[in-house]
């Protein structure tokens, strides 16, 4: 991967283009990089496409002067790209031409809306020798930090429950959208456990999905919101003399370690996350939306 050079100085920057700009998360990883500058030798320099008036916004807010009407115009621009689009079954024709042509891809939840996408995105990176990477939020918050450590007060986990919301029939590819924030949090809290059969069963605004993630329980809700709103995130490890509950919450810089780790892959040359962990998350997702 090579850098280049602004011309408003004189140190080399590694430059990221901006796919989905829809995306309020675009917001936060503009002010991560070029506002606030938390990464330095990292900026901002490409937006793609998106409403003119919303370009506009996001290009003054970052002194970002670039723009280009499709992903792949990306090549040959910028050194890394970030995909915040909502609707997940894009991501991979959006990734591929970036992944195949050796550039560093953070992938904004869920990697992908369907296995067959994720393992060609994941192909397409091994071809490009480069980097992919894609994490839910809620792996990194520090109520699941928490959570993890319950085996010390209630014994060996037995069972964990996840909630949050989710809606089936939503536009951007169903559940895949607020959905894979739950199954990577239930993924999270049980070491990212192998799956054998999902019961998947709905009621008017809900779906349950019950499975075993490795020898834990686990019992996951989506929840679609009402005219009143959603509900927010939530988990329970359950352990053989007690138990521990919590609201999993996000802060205002809830996108910082995703951008963090993509930042440290970069730089150590290969994905903090395996291919494995990243797949095994679409598969259970997968393994859900199949039922409904």
Avoid: C
Wanted: glycine share 8%.
């Amino acid at each position: 991967m090579t850098s280049v050079t602004l011309q408003q100085g004189i140190s080399t920057v590694t430059s990221i283009g901006l796919i989905g700009i829809e995306n309020s998360h675009v917001d936060h990883f503009i002010r991560f990089l070029n506002t606030e500058e938390r990464f330095p030798g990292y900026r901002a320099t490409t937006l793609v496409g998106g409403e003119p008036e919303r370009r506009d916004k996001l290009a003054a807010d970052g002194n970002i002067d670039q723009f280009v009407e499709n992903p792949a115009d990306l090549i040959g621009k910028v050194d890394a790209a970030i995909i915040s689009t909502r609707d997940g079954s894009k991501h991979a024709e959006q990734a591929i031409p970036l992944l195949e042509a050796g550039i560093p891809v953070l992938v904004d939840k869920p990697l992908a809306a369907s296995v067959a996408d994720a393992e060609a995105m994941v192909a397409a990176a091994k071809k490009g020798n480069t980097i992919i990477l894609s994490a839910s939020a809620l792996r990194a918050v520090d109520e699941v930090a928490e959570l993890k450590k319950a085996k010390e007060t209630v014994g060996e986990i037995q069972a964990v429950h996840v909630a949050g919301p989710a809606d089936p029939n939503s536009e951007y590819a169903g559940l895949s959208f607020y959905g894979i924030h739950e199954i990577e949090a239930a993924l999270e809290l049980t070491n990212e456990g192998d799956f054998e059969s999902v019961d998947v069963r709905r009621s008017a605004n809900g779906v349950q999905a019950a499975t075993k993630l490795g020898d834990i329980l686990t019992t996951i809700h989506f929840i679609t919101k009402d005219e009143q709103g959603q509900i927010g995130f939530f988990a329970t490890v359950m352990g053989s003399h007690g138990l521990v509950h919590s609201q999993l919450n996000l802060t205002k810089d809830y996108n910082f370690p995703l951008l963090d780790l993509f930042v440290k892959s970069i730089e150590q040359g290969s994905s903090v996350f395996s291919e494995e962990k990243m797949l095994r998350a679409v598969r259970l997702l997968q393994a859900i939306t199949d039922q409904l």
